[in-house]
């Protein structure tokens, strides 16, 4: 048995949706833990692909049972055009199942994401528009709706009524936008509610049965730990923990019940919107980079920023999570370079940093010290063990392994399932042996180790 989280290493898209899936297989419950609808997951599988904004990337396996958190918030329309997608496509979603404490995306929080954006003009930051700063924020005001005030006519209707007043004045003297019909919204929702009532539960109480039962729990977030709103490079972050210590909030379940935390990471570094990017590449490189790895935002649609691999930030992860072990991702997109940057340090005003600075303005004056590593120039998509790897694409994982002081336990090769390599079951695998100090794992397998 194995509670076992899986977060990003990075700013997001790290590759997060096809790790998930892939490790599913191996677990009984995924658990969504934090974010909204301005997450995007996307799953190629069997010939088709999906993109999932708020159902846990596990609903591919009909036995997985999948909860949505607390920690996270829903949109109703949208959660239930991904349930419609998934029926279609006769893929069973009764093993769905929504915290009944987790908060609701109204349609004013998403008039109010996008007004306060637009407002910011040079100062933006760069948001989804999909409403879910504001509704982080009402959750802290504590004037938000929960999933069991939605199942609930009278309660939501009562609770609504109220908060659309209070919110109309808001639209109308501060961003100057018309009036919201509070009965219109009542309605809509209360028909949503209908939709969705049958896959309520007490989420905490489910998965603390699941623990005492002994099942595989597979925690997955959204983001990654650079857009934390603690922890990330602060203005430029999302609403919400994306760390390994959010999922025992966004979950509602104790420190002492997680295993295993895995990191995903990709061969290079990507980040959309506003904020500094050390690594960042400009002209034709960056652009073949996001044109090979397709960076385009799963949930926008808005083209990726492209860099080197950062090992600064990438240890600061190591550290913010106690990881340990990495999925590293898009390896191949890297295939036909000539050579490979990789940033071991940044240079502050002339002196040497090797560790991740909190100031965001401290952050925006970093320059990369890089180390060169040759380039393979060989096709990875079809390597499905170590040995398959060209010897200069197992050299570059060896360094990033050993910058990063973690083992890389997986190595993913493209978007479909069969394109990865599994060094060691990151569930299921010897915890020590992962940890071996010589590079050889007990069980005898070869180890991307430092």
């Known amino acids: 048995m194995a509670n076992v989280i899986v977060i ?29 609808a301005n997450a995007g997951h996307t799953i190629v599988a069997q010939g088709q692909t999906l993109k999932l904004h708020l159902i846990p990337s596990g609903i591919l396996y009909p036995e997985t049972e999948c909860i949505i958190g607390s920690g996270t918030v829903i949109d109703p329309k949208i959660l239930i055009e991904e349930l419609d997608r998934l029926e279609a496509l006769e893929i069973p979603t009764d093993h769905l199942l929504i915290s009944e404490t987790a908060h609701i995306t109204m349609p004013y929080h998403r008039l109010i994401d996008r007004a306060s954006e637009e407002q910011r003009g040079t100062h933006r930051i760069g948001t989804t528009g999909r409403g879910i700063g504001p509704t982080y924020a009402d959750k802290s005001e504590r004037t938000g709706i929960r999933v069991v005030d939605l199942i609930d006519p009278v309660v939501l209707a009562k609770k609504l009524r109220w908060t659309i007043a209070y919110k109309n004045q808001i639209l109308e003297k501060l961003y100057n936008l018309p009036p919201l019909d509070a009965d219109a919204i009542v309605a809509e929702y209360q028909g949503y509610a209908d939709r969705l009532r049958p896959h309520v539960v007490d989420c905490s109480l489910r998965i603390y049965e699941a623990i005492q039962a002994r099942r595989n729990i597979l925690f997955e977030g959204a983001q990654g730990t650079l857009l934390d709103l603690d922890h990330g490079t602060y203005p430029y972050v999302t609403s919400s923990n994306p760390v390994a210590g959010g999922a025992c909030i966004g979950a509602g379940i104790g420190p002492t019940m997680i295993d295993r935390v895995i990191g995903v990471a990709k061969a290079y570094t990507t980040r959309v919107g506003e904020g500094p990017f050390p690594t960042e590449i400009d002209g034709d490189l960056g652009e073949h980079l996001c044109d090979r790895g397709a960076e385009f935002g799963t949930t926008t649609g808005r083209k990726r920023r492209c860099g080197w691999f950062d090992a600064v930030i990438g240890r600061y992860a190591v550290r913010i999570n106690g990881m340990d072990c990495l999925a590293i991702t898009k390896l191949d997109v890297l295939d036909d370079l000539d050579e ?24 925006a004056q970093c320059r990369p010290v890089y180390e060169t590593l040759p380039g393979w120039k060989q096709s990875t998509t079809g390597c499905r063990t170590l040995d398959d790897l060209p010897r200069k694409a197992l050299d570059y994982l060896k360094f990033l392994a050993e910058l990063m002081e973690v083992p890389i336990a997986i190595v993913s090769l493209g978007a479909s399932r069969d394109q990865t390599i599994i060094v060691e079951d990151p569930i299921h695998g010897p915890k020590r042996a992962l940890l071996s100090s010589n590079g050889v794992e007990e069980s005898g397998m070869s180890s991307l180790t430092r």
């Open 340 to 363: 490979i940057r990789v940033c071991v340090a940044y240079e502050i005003e002339g002196q040497r940093c090797h560790h991740f600075p909190s100031d965001a303005h401290r952050f």
């Open 8 to 36: 990003g290493a990075q700013w997001g898209d790290e590759g997060k949706g096809k790790i998930t899936d892939l490790l599913s297989r191996s677990a009984d419950v995924v658990v969504r833990y934090q974010g909204g």
